[in-house]
């Protein structure tokens, strides 16, 4: 069993729909990374959260120490949202990551 | 903002060729690491270096090794690249653990290299 579980792996919506995006993680953890990779590899920083909630714009973060997990939320999604979004936790007290496999949103006009 | 460069976007070799892979980071960062991604599989730790001439092995070392002379730039070496490296692979950095901002430890990540060893 992987460390940090996605889910789910594929999602499919219209334009304008509610998208959540799970994160389950079995290890102790200091930090949790939300990604964002589109088409051609770059990737980009979401949010890095340890508690509570975070927004940013349309998309929202939320974590639950107690429970292991976390979700990411966007709102009145977009085409421009279709890319591959991924959990990591940072395993204290180092730096390392630990990468969750990944889930690919298509968001259709 | 942070920039971290790689060589190539894009890159093809052959079998039992010697491979470098060079990622560059602008930001003084005291840690740098090295993933590869394949599909079905995430993002896996190959080496990663916490200062100037050293380095930790990550969980997928074996074919690889690494190289940091200088705080900005940290290598990849494939000693005799096989087929299955052909993977994309990332760079990214960070500021060293500890201090009283969590954004410390926040990873920028390289465009990433696709290299495909035939």
């Known amino acids: 069993k992987n460390e940090v579980e996605q889910s789910p792996q594929n999602l499919t919506a219209q334009e304008g729909e509610f998208i959540t995006i799970n994160c389950s993680y079995s290890v102790g953890i200091s930090a949790l990374h939300w990604l964002q990779q589109h088409p051609g590899g770059g990737i980009v920083s979401l949010f890095m959260l340890s508690s509570g909630k975070k927004k940013h714009g349309r998309l929202i973060a939320t974590i639950n120490i107690q429970e292991k997990h976390s979700s990411l939320h966007i709102t009145a999604s977009h085409p421009r949202d279709s890319a591959v979004y991924i959990c990591a936790v940072f395993r204290s007290p180092l730096s390392r990551l630990t990468f969750g496999e990944g889930t690919q949103l298509t968001v259709n006009p | 903002d942070v920039k971290v460069t790689q060589s190539s976007r894009y890159l093809v070799k052959r079998t039992g060729e010697k491979v470098f892979l060079e990622c560059v980071q602008d930001?003084?960062?005291?840690?740098m690491f090295w993933y590869r991604q394949d599909p079905g599989l995430g993002l896996r730790l190959i080496y990663f270096s916490y200062d100037v001439k050293m380095k930790e092995k990550g969980d997928i070392p074996e074919g690889y090794s690494v190289s940091r002379e200088k705080k900005e730039r940290f290598s990849l070496i494939l000693e005799s690249a096989s087929t299955n490296q052909t993977s994309m692979y990332l760079c990214a950095s960070s500021l060293r653990t500890g201090g009283i901002s969590r954004k410390n430890n926040e990873q920028f990540f390289g465009p990433g290299t696709r290299l495909t060893v035939l």
């Open positions: 930001m003084d960062h005291e840690n």
